[in-house]
């Protein structure tokens, strides 16, 4: 076999959860494109219809499940289906997150009272924790019941940078969710190892998205986030694309328990 040829996914039945919008929908692409049957699950009914109807008109195999990846029943059950209707599962994405509204600083550097501790709210830290940490733990039992018995599977949970450097102008709640889901891949995959089942992070720096209201589109913002890159640059999603396909494929046959950053160089520092 070719070196190249360890990329392929062709075949592979796979999941990501928060599909229907920007990391997430990358994923999906990607892992459709090259030929995997993908289904995509979404809170958000009409955006994951767009998207799937798209997709399908391209002639990839996919399908589409509306559901809230915090409800944990109903994710379980969806899992339960997808189980019926491929026999198998080969890949995961635990992607769905959401923002956590007002850091402590505004993008000029002024404090900003809603961000602050004493004023945020519990059922914002509640949400922002069931969405960002919890329910990776919902979709990481979901797809072990059907990964363990074939002995394989490949878990990616989508963290962030924030899990290990801590940021001023993001939601408090957001930093300690994600560095919550960054050591619960660690967890897992020291236990999922003898299963044949390889979990690994995805943890991005800034991407232009719909998260936060679509936040890195405004020109401000952008540009508060660009200049603590040293690349200077909000990345595109399309970016994302050849590390999700890597870690999903057979090339990553030895990479588990690891938390991939790609954030343009975010983490080594401010470069002005
Ligand atoms: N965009 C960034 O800069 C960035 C950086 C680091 C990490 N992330 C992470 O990437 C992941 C994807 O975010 P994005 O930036 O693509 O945002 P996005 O808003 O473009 O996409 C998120 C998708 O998740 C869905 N979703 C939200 N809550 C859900 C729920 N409870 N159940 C099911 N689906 C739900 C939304 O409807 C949306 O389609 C998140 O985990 C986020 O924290 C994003």
Redesign the pocket.
């Known amino acids: 076999m070719k070196c190249w040829e360890r990329f392929a996914v062709e075949g592979l039945t796979c999941v990501v959860?928060?599909?229907?919008?920007?990391?997430?929908?990358?994923y999906a692409e990607v892992m459709a494109e090259a030929g995997a049957k993908v289904t995509l699950?979404?809170?958000?009914g009409e955006?994951?219809h767009e998207q799937v109807t798209r997709l399908a008109a391209q002639g990839l195999d996919v399908h589409g499940e509306v559901?809230?990846?915090?409800?944990r029943s109903a994710m379980y059950a969806c899992f339960e289906r997808i189980g019926e209707r491929y026999g198998r599962l080969d890949v995961v994405f635990a992607?769905?997150?959401?923002?956590s509204g007002p850091g402590f600083l505004d993008s000029d550097g002024q404090r900003c009272a809603q961000g602050a501790l004493e004023n945020l709210e519990e059922a914002h830290w509640d949400k922002v924790l069931?969405?960002?940490l919890t329910?990776v733990f919902t979709t990481l039992r979901a797809a072990v019941r059907l990964m363990k018995p074939k002995g394989s599977g490949r878990i990616i949970v989508?963290?962030?940078?924030?899990a290990m450097i801590n940021e001023a102008i993001v939601g408090t709640p957001?930093m300690p969710a994600?560095a919550g889901a960054a050591s619960l891949v660690r967890q897992a995959a020291m236990e999922l190892a003898r299963f044949g089942i390889n979990v690994n992070a995805i943890?991005?720096?800034?991407?232009?998205?719909?998260?936060?209201g679509?936040r890195?589109r405004n020109p401000a913002d952008r540009a508060a986030?660009a200049l603590r890159v040293p690349q200077h640059r909000?990345?595109s999603?399309e970016e994302i694309k050849g590390l999700a396909l890597f870690l999903a494929s057979p090339a990553a046959s030895y990479v588990t328990g690891a938390q991939i950053v790609i954030?343009g160089g975010q983490m080594l520092g401010r470069v002005d």
């Open positions: 959860t928060g599909a229907a919008s920007g990391i997430g929908l990358a699950l979404d809170i958000d955006l994951l559901v809230d990846a915090t409800d992607n769905a997150g959401i923002d069931a969405t960002n329910s989508t963290t962030s940078n924030a957001y994600k943890a991005p720096g800034p991407f232009v998205t719909n998260i936060a679509g890195l986030f909000i990345a999603t954030d």
